[in-house]
């Protein structure tokens, strides 16, 4: 699809690169930090499902984010952090969803910014600037 406005296409281009780079870094301490698995497992197996999906969180949180930020496939990268931070608010964070912090912010604010970042990047694709464009 060719896009008209440089603009825009610098635009996703920003937005690919601050929803990937930022999520990354919560994947790359993920790695580092291994036994974080564990409290992630914990939480899935007290709503009922199987530890073992608690490896999700890499392809959410590592590969998800490079797709973003390369470009490749971005719409689906897009939607795989949807879905990621579906859990992450539903396992971990739903009680913040009427909290304010000490400094007036939404409680969910940073898991918001990130699902509905990846929502974008799922309905309007990596753009012209991409490996792969979508």
């Not at 497992?41 to 797709?67: C, D, K, T």
């Not at 007036?104 to 490996?131: D, K, N, P, V």
């Amino acid at each position: 699809m060719y896009e008209s406005s440089f603009g825009t296409a610098f635009g996703k281009l920003i937005l690919r690169l601050t929803v990937g780079g930022l999520i990354l870094l919560h994947g790359v301490h993920k790695v580092l930090h291994p036994e974080s698995l564990n409290f992630i497992s914990s939480n899935l197996e007290a709503a009922g499902l199987p530890g073992m999906l608690a490896y999700g969180v890499y392809v959410g949180e590592i590969v998800a984010p490079l797709m973003i930020i390369l470009g490749v496939m971005s719409r689906i990268g897009g939607l795989l952090v949807v879905v990621n931070m579906i859990f992450a608010v539903a396992l971990v964070h739903s009680g913040d969803l009427m909290v304010l912090t000490q400094h007036g912010g939404w409680g969910l604010e940073l898991q918001a910014f990130y699902l509905f970042g990846g929502l974008a990047i799922f309905s309007m694709g990596s753009g012209r600037f991409a490996l792969s464009r979508d």
